[in-house]
């Protein structure tokens, strides 16, 4: 029976069935469009197909979104029911522009199924293979016809994926899919995106006897191991569901010992509480427990060491023999520089002295050297006396360099093509690719345009970035432009007035860029050629030696060429600030006009440093409430060089290409962490943003205020722990050249949380990191900043994180070795109670006020 859609005949009308699709189409009404195509003969679908992409390509969203969204669905349903190949239908249904339809996978089923059979499972296994995760675009249309026509199931994990999001338990009994997957599941890499939603459903498989119980736990227990510490929550909620009885426990007591020492919290705790309970009940072997609690011991999270440790209380209660496994365990404690858990852990310790053997005593005895002075006395006098202090390990701060190396030249025209394709660029390749252009086409233009003749034969728009009509510009696109301009400058004017539209926003520093590649290609075009680009970086942090500089433009003057403006521009943005009297007059000794800017510049005629202001104040983002923003504002210098003037005023707006700013600007850090820091700001809960550009300012040149100051804040209150540590390289960078602004950077941090911007403990881990990394004295000087500000009056409720900020200066003050007076410390150290944040405050106070 064919479809509803089919039933109602077409009302014939003027002009084509093509005219007729658009204009259905322009008014949004898909419904009409369906009916249509369903109505055309082999002939008129022939037709409309052939008009289909170029149509494509040239709509633009206008008017009502609603109706523009219609008209792009009446396009997508018109090609599944006209095109005529397998291949021209998937390439379709995957166009860029149908990216975020959804919704019509059923109607495209009805409309492919008027195909034969063998075509239609060819559209399936095309299908399954185009399909990406997350979004698994069209895995309704392939499931639906693989069903129906019985083809065989790939084994691509998206479509695994796809299959696990829809299992429902009704009809999994019926499902071909879910006989050739179902003894699969735990083996589907992509797991994690799919198990979350489908726990009660593989519970209820398990219930209904269509999913073997101890195949099910086993393959739960095993993925867990197989991950480690990316291993999803969702499968220890699902442990939890399948309710294991002792005996089902007790024959995976090895797995659940072995989960402990890397697995998620989650994952962790599921294991802990099948060991406890196999433990409590007489069938957890003495080597199992003490290898389970050693694994604990080892762990960083507070909650598992707390677990830990009344594990090892009761467990040495029911068994006396296990003492020495329990001691060992509590050593590993000691060394946590946690007050709280080392005092559960010496409690303990002093309880059990009594009982302890010789090796146990001897290594409570080595451990406890670590600890607090306080805590230390209590284990010597327990365990014979005689326990001195451990000398404090003081890492020195690194050697820093320029940065990153300069990575080689371009070596042949053939390195050349073959890196410039690559689909994703980075600052530095760039970079190489420009140099690499203006080399090879002056040492073997021959071999260069050889090596580019299939970029032309037949020339690709969309590789060089041209979309229809529309520009899609990106590093790489404009580098493969000016390459096809230097091998082909008819095709390169082709292309550029076949490019009306910038479709893509660019920030100034990416306009910059882009430029430069672009004035490249117009020398091409016009005839002219380029011998040496001026501005490619000598040193990694992105400066340019000045000998170098000057070589470079000797070499354009004997040739007899002008220097780009951009390109000379960008190349005196990259001198370092300091430059030798002998280049000083080397330039001046230039006779062309770029030399005599270069002398110019050399003898401090560059722009001024600006002033960075960043306020702080209340913005409304998108959905959420009003929240504190940072805004920066740069007072730039009155009359910069034309070609770098756009660089010293700030636009809004989130940017990913931030890690391609410090090299545009490394004599001015300053003007380039004004630009982030909105982006840094917007950025902080996200595990995209290149933070590590942080470490490329610390490297670069030029004053430091406040652009800098909160550029690295926002840095240090990361949720990423990645990002975090990029912010303490960062720092650590700064302090091992004396350059980190405390008293600037302790007063923003100090802001930037009272107000709600950054959370305590966050700046915290990223302040202990560049502690243990060398900079203790720096950490030391700051926390001495900040506590003032944060720590609680009186009757207050102390912030979240104010304990770790004490530990932390605890351990920067005790391998920095200072003394110092502190009234704020000393006066939460007196007050009252056993709360954590008096205990830290009274340790911090007792050690730097100690002899």
């Known amino acids: 029976m064919r479809p509803f859609f089919f039933l109602a005949r077409w009302s014939a009308g003027r002009g084509s069935s093509w005219e007729r699709l658009v204009k259905l189409a322009a008014r949004g009404e898909t419904g009409k469009v369906v009916r249509l195509v369903g109505e055309l003969d082999p002939e008129g679908r022939k037709a409309v197909a052939e008009q289909l992409p170029g149509h494509l ?55 492919l199924r008027e195909r034969p059979a063998e075509w239609q499972a060819d559209v399936a296994r095309r299908i399954a293979r185009r399909m990406r995760l997350p979004e698994l675009r069209h895995w309704e249309v392939a499931a639906a016809l693989m069903r129906e026509t019985g083809t065989e199931p790939p084994d691509g994990d998206a479509f695994m994926v796809g299959w696990l999001r829809a299992l429902d338990s009704n009809p999994a009994a019926t499902d071909p899919l879910f006989a050739a997957f179902a003894p699969r599941i735990f083996e589907i890499d992509g797991l994690g995106e799919a198990i979350p939603g489908q726990v009660g459903t593989i519970v209820r498989l398990v219930e209904d006897g269509l999913l073997e119980r101890k195949a099910v736990i086993d393959g739960v227990v095993g993925r ?96 006396a023999g296990r003492v020495d496994a329990v001691l060992a365990a509590l050593c590993l404690i000691f060394a946590q520089d946690t007050l709280a858990l080392q005092e559960r852990a010496v409690r303990l310790a002093v309880k059990l002295a009594r009982q302890a053997g010789g090796p146990g005593r001897e290594a409570v005895r080595q451990a406890a050297a670590g600890l607090p002075a306080e805590l230390r006395e209590k284990v010597s006098a327990a365990y014979g006396g005689g326990i001195e202090a451990e000398e404090v390990t003081v890492v020195p701060l690194p050697v820093v360099g320029d940065g990153p190396a300069m990575p080689a030249p371009i070596a042949s025209p053939e390195q050349l093509v073959r890196e410039a394709a690559a689909p994703e660029l980075d600052p530095y390749t760039f970079e190489r690719l420009l140099a690499g252009l203006a080399e090879w086409s002056r040492r073997a233009p021959g071999a260069l345009r050889e ?82 680009v001026l501005a490619t970086p000598t040193a990694g942090a992105g400066h340019i030696d000045p000998e170098v500089l000057l070589d470079r433009l000797e070499t354009l003057e004997a040739a007899g060429v002008r220097a780009l403006p951009v390109d000379l521009a960008q190349a005196l943005l990259r001198l370092p600030r300091d430059i030798p009297e002998v280049c000083a007059r080397r330039a001046e000794g230039l006779a062309s006009e770029a030399g005599r800017t270069c002398a110019a510049w050399m003898r401090g005629g560059g722009p ?45 707006g989130y940017a990913h290409t931030l890690e391609w700013w410090p090299l545009a600007m490394p004599s001015h850090r300053e003007v380039v962490a004004a630009h982030m820091v909105w982006s840094l700001w917007v950025g902080m809960e996200s595990d995209h943003m290149p933070i590590r550009t942080l470490v ?43 350059q980190v602004p405390v008293a600037a950077l302790g007063e923003a941090l100090t802001e930037l949380v009272t107000r709600g911007v950054l959370k ?92």
């Open 57 to 111: 390509a040239t709509l633009r969203p206008e008017g009502d979104w609603s109706k523009w969204q219609e008209t792009l669905r009446s396009m997508l349903l018109a090609g599944a029911a006209c095109l005529g190949g397998a291949a021209a239908v998937t390439s379709w249904l995957f166009r860029r522009e149908f990216r975020w339809m959804q919704g019509d996978d059923e109607l495209i089923v009805e409309l």
């Open 760 to 851: 305590l403990n966050r700046v915290v881990s990223a302040l202990d990191d560049a502690t243990q990394a060398g900079a203790h004295e720096t950490v030391w000087e700051m926390i001495v900043r900040l506590l003032p500000g944060l720590l609680p009056k009186e009757g207050e409720r102390p912030r979240a994180g104010v304990a770790d900020l004490l530990a932390a200066g605890a351990r920067a003050a005790r391998i920095a070795g200072v003394r110092a007076e502190l009234p704020e410390v000393a006066a939460v150290a007196a007050r009252k109670g056993s709360s954590r944040l008096v205990q830290e405050a009274r340790r911090l106070r007792h050690l730097v006020t100690t002899p």
């Open 451 to 532: 090596a580019l003749r299939p970029w032309r034969e037949p020339v690709d728009p969309v590789f060089f970035g041209v979309h229809g009509d529309r520009l899609y510009d990106g590093p790489g696109q404009a580098v493969r432009r000016a390459l096809l301009a230097f091998a082909s400058p008819e095709d390169s004017r082709s292309l550029s007035k076949a490019a009306v539209m910038q479709a893509l926003p660019l920030r100034a520093f990416d306009r910059l860029y882009l430029r430069r590649a672009h004035e490249l290609a117009q020398s091409f075009e016009d005839g002219d050629g380029y011998p040496v």
């Open 224 to 319: 867990l191991l197989r991950d480690g510490p990316s291993a999803p929550a969702a499968l220890a909620i699902l442990h939890d569901r399948l309710d294991l009885d002792i005996d089902e426990a007790a024959e995976r007591a090895g797995d659940y010992t072995r989960l402990l020492p890397a697995g998620p919290v989650p994952v962790a705790d599921v294991a802990l509480a099948q060991l406890r309970r196999l433990e409590e009940a007489g069938r957890l072997e003495e080597e199992l427990f003490a290898e389970a609690l050693q694994a604990l011991a080892f762990r960083p999270e507070k909650k598992l060491l707390r677990a830990a440790v009344s594990w090892a209380g009761d467990a040495v209660l029911r068994e």
């Open 696 to 738: 490329s300012l610390a490297h670069a040149d030029g004053p430091i205020g406040e652009g800098m100051v909160h550029a690295l804040a926002c840095g240090m209150g990361y949720a990423n722990a990645t990002s975090r540590a990029a912010a303490a390289d960062a720092l650590l960078t700064l302090a091992a050249r004396g």
């Open 608 to 652: 001024a440093d600006p002033e960075v202001t960043v306020l702080v104040a209340k913005r409304r983002l998108p959905h959420g409430e009003p929240t504190p923003a940072l805004k920066p504002v740069l007072d730039g210098p009155a009359d910069p060089p034309q070609a770098i003037r756009e660089l010293y005023r700030l636009e809004p």
